[in-house]
């Protein structure tokens, strides 16, 4: 049987459904902020409802057509579905850099979200609707009088919006001033004005020239017969406080412990707090302080000018792509070869990176930098992080409903996947090790940022940067260098372990790799190199 209505009464119903049920984790979040404001006044309060519903009404009447409207209602019902189960179930704002990530993910990361909550709660904020918009008939009276209507249901809603505002001005001037993730909280406005400016800025950047950068980049080390190798091994979502190097109470840290010569930096700050953010950032020559990602997609990066240097360059992945940075190097994707032993469930294992490694080494004839980009401590399926002999904390959380689990359940898992990374740089270490007579080697392994595990109710990483958590910025950090490595730059163990302990950040990563690959170019920063302190020369001079 159908539903009858008249495209107002429709469109002031869809306003009503979005207002409240799709904007659940708004009010959720408004709650939380005024049972810190105590004097808040009621009238103020009682205000918020019908200011909501006042903008989606101008929305939906803007957006609700004869014919469109049948796809439109349906899409934006989907998709905010979506994006209400995770702003309400993981603490995460819909903001620009969200939907940069949300567009530069791919199906196994995309998928790992999916659990039963997710399905019931598709049910009941997208199924049901939807079934209610399909039984409904939606009568649209003649242009002329459509468009009347329209202006007045518009003219009606600013109405209440002007008179809401002259009352309570200012309480809602402090309110969003303080609180600026409300507006990210607003759904559907926040995805799809974030969507916009998305769209914009890859117009703009596709109308813009590239731009070439160290092309002036020389390589000290191109006449020596010893050539230089640096692993360099970037981690994914991994968050400096649990790492034991740092006092967390568990061995997350079991194999690097073991090897000689592993240094800890304990105070490093990422550039963002997503991988499309940080990547290219950290393989930038901009600084998080005045880092552009449109600036980065169009021009080169570290990988360009160690190539223009005549270094052999490999970016080796595990995860959802390089962001940008390895655009122009040789790539390889791991997990394209299917290998049973490590993947599984849609996605591979970290260990998959490893396969072929030292073959590849010891085919390498010239200077060379290897990226391994890992899948890491990715949410929300930590358990899917590593093979079942490295559970070993326990219980676990064996679910994406990470939300669900208790707090000594998620840690666990989180720290399982943690431990796993650490095997894995060791087992680099150790394959470093076997060609240290035919090489300089090194490795240098930092997370792209961290990750909130339900502190405060919030739960994976993506906040904006203003909001963000230190749990989502404070990366671990360690480096290895062999002892050739150490002879050559004049290094001095005992001084870089002093150096480390001073706060770095994201910033000294494309730095210090020219600086240890013996690149000489007008990019580099030697400031910025963390090891250029520690050379003989430099150490001396501070005695």
């Not at 030292?358 to 930098?369: F, Y």
């Amino acid at each position: 049987m159908k539903i009858r209505l008249n495209s107002i009464t429709y469109t002031m119903l869809v306003a009503a459904f979005f207002a409240s049920m799709q904007n659940i984790a708004f009010w959720e979040r408004l709650a939380a902020i005024f049972h810190t404001m105590p004097n808040a006044s009621f009238g103020f309060k009682l205000s918020l409802p019908f200011m909501m519903f006042a903008i989606m009404n101008v929305l939906f009447t803007l957006l609700i057509w004869p014919l469109i409207h049948r796809i439109v209602v349906p899409f934006l019902i989907v998709a905010s579905a979506g994006a209400t189960y995770a702003m309400t179930q993981y603490g995460v704002v819909f903001n620009y850099g969200m939907i940069v990530s949300v567009i530069e993910t791919d199906i196994g990361e995309a998928t790992s979200y999916l659990s039963w909550s997710v399905c019931f709660w598709f049910f009941a904020l997208a199924v049901v609707p939807l079934l209610l918009v399909s039984q409904s008939k939606i009568r649209f009276y003649s242009l002329g009088r459509e468009l009347l209507l329209k202006t007045v249901n518009i003219i009606a809603s600013l109405l209440i919006v002007t008179c809401v505002a002259s009352l309570y001005f200012k309480d809602y001037a402090s309110l969003f001033r303080n609180h600026k993730e409300l507006a990210s909280a607003i759904n559907p406005t926040n995805y799809i004005t974030a969507t916009v400016r998305v769209a914009n800025n890859r117009l703009y950047e596709a109308n813009q020239p590239f731009l070439q950068i160290g092309l002036d980049a020389q390589n000290s080390n191109l006449t020596n017969s010893r050539k230089n190798l640096m692993v360099l091994v970037i981690g994914e979502t991994a968050r400096a406080e649990n790492s034991a190097f740092n006092g967390y109470e568990k061995e997350t840290n079991a194999f690097l412990a073991k090897q000689d010569g592993v240094i800890n930096y304990p105070n490093v700050t990422s550039c963002g707090t997503c991988t499309a953010v940080s990547v290219p950032c950290m393989f930038s020559n901009m600084s998080k302080a005045n880092y552009s990602a449109s600036q980065a997609r169009n021009q080169e990066g570290l990988l360009d000018i160690l190539q223009h240097a005549g270094v052999n360059v490999l970016w080796k992945n595990n995860n959802s792509g390089c962001k940008g940075a390895c655009d122009r190097v040789t790539y390889i994707d791991a997990r394209d070869t299917n290998n049973k032993r490590y993947c599984q469930w849609g996605s591979c294992y970290d260990g998959i990176l490893l396969e072929g490694l030292e073959q590849h080494i010891s085919s390498l004839k010239e200077d060379a930098v290897i990226v391994l980009h890992l899948l890491g401590s990715h949410g929300p399926t930590y358990y899917k992080r590593y093979p079942e002999e490295f559970k070993r904390f326990t219980p676990t959380c064996d679910t994406a409903d990470i939300q669900n689990c208790s707090r000594e359940a998620l840690m666990n898992t989180y720290d399982n996947s943690l431990l796993y990374t650490d095997y894995l740089l060791s087992e680099v270490i150790d394959i470093l090790q076997q060609h240290e007579n035919n090489f300089n080697t090194s490795m240098l392994y930092v997370s792209d940022h961290g990750e909130s595990l339900g502190e405060n109710g919030v739960y994976l990483h993506g906040l904006p940067a203003a909001i963000a958590p230190e749990s989502q910025t404070h990366v671990p950090m360690v480096t290895w260098l062999s002892k050739h490595t150490l002879v050559k730059h004049g290094l001095e163990q005992r001084c870089l372990k002093q150096a480390a302990q001073q706060p770095i950040s994201h910033d000294n990563f494309f730095h210090s790799v020219l600086g240890l690959m013996d690149i000489t170019t007008s990019e580099y920063q030697p400031e910025l190199d963390i090891f250029s302190s520690c050379t003989t020369q430099q150490h001396k001079a501070t005695q």
